[in-house]
């Protein structure tokens, strides 16, 4: 039988203080879930080991940025090699939306694929176990928000109740595989020294929305 390919996967986990940032990645990588805040300081890392198909294994390297300003001017050196991205919001928090745009474009001016192309990006609107406020009542208009602003998709996902979580992952993994196939990366390994071929690279395929 032919070995499993590995790949490790870099992915941030960004958006303004107390979205859920930390509790979406405690849910998904630890199935747990607490009602207390404790706020991230600089960042922390958590990682997942993904069966992916027979014969594809993924480490996912989770960056948990923290939300708040005082962080802020070290994302450039957090988001270095990213190849994804997943920028949250609180439903029940209309400001957290408003600075999803900020968050976006911290992300394009600060990593790009080894290709120039922005990293994939999935907007998670988190919380909707409780009453939504604004833009995301209307899917229909997430959905070209999302659209203009370069998003790959979004998900509603609650951290508390376990929705969309497993799904959210999954999807943004399947851009970031797609990146990978299409630019025809040259991985070995444990993929820690992943290489570029010097060919005509395709337009990476993107897609909108869940
Ligand atoms: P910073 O680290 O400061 O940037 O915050 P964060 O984005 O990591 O937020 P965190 O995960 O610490 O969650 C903030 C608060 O929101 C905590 O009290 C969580 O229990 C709560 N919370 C997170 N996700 C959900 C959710 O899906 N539903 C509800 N009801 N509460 C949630
Ligand atoms: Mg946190």
Request: with cysteine; aromatic share 10%; net charge negative.
């Amino acid at each position: 039988m032919a070995e499993k390919k590995e790949h490790l996967y870099k992915v941030l986990v960004i958006g303004d203080l107390g979205t859920g940032k930390t509790s979406i990645i405690k849910r998904y990588v630890h199935q747990f879930f607490s009602v207390h805040y404790r706020a991230t300081i600089g960042v922390d890392f958590a990682l997942k080991v993904i069966n992916w198909d027979a014969d594809t294994l993924i480490r996912l390297q989770l960056w948990d940025i923290a939300g708040q300003e005082r962080f802020g001017n070290m994302t450039r050196v957090y988001y270095k090699e990213a190849v994804g991205a997943f920028i949250v919001f609180d439903v029940t928090r209309t400001s957290t939306f408003e600075a999803v745009q900020k968050w976006k474009n911290d992300l394009d001016t600060k990593v790009t694929l080894p290709n120039g192309k922005p990293v994939p990006c999935v907007l998670l609107a988190n919380k909707c176990d409780q009453a939504k406020e604004g833009l995301v009542n209307s899917s229909a208009q997430m959905d070209d928000y999302c659209k203009e602003r370069g998003f790959a998709g979004w998900f509603e996902t609650s951290a508390k109740e376990n929705i969309n979580i497993d799904e959210a992952a999954k999807f943004l993994v399947s851009s970031i595989l797609e990146n990978d196939r299409a630019n025809d990366w040259e991985g070995s390994g444990t993929n820690e020294g992943m290489h570029l071929k010097d060919e005509p690279q395709p337009e990476p395929k993107s897609g909108c929305c869940s």
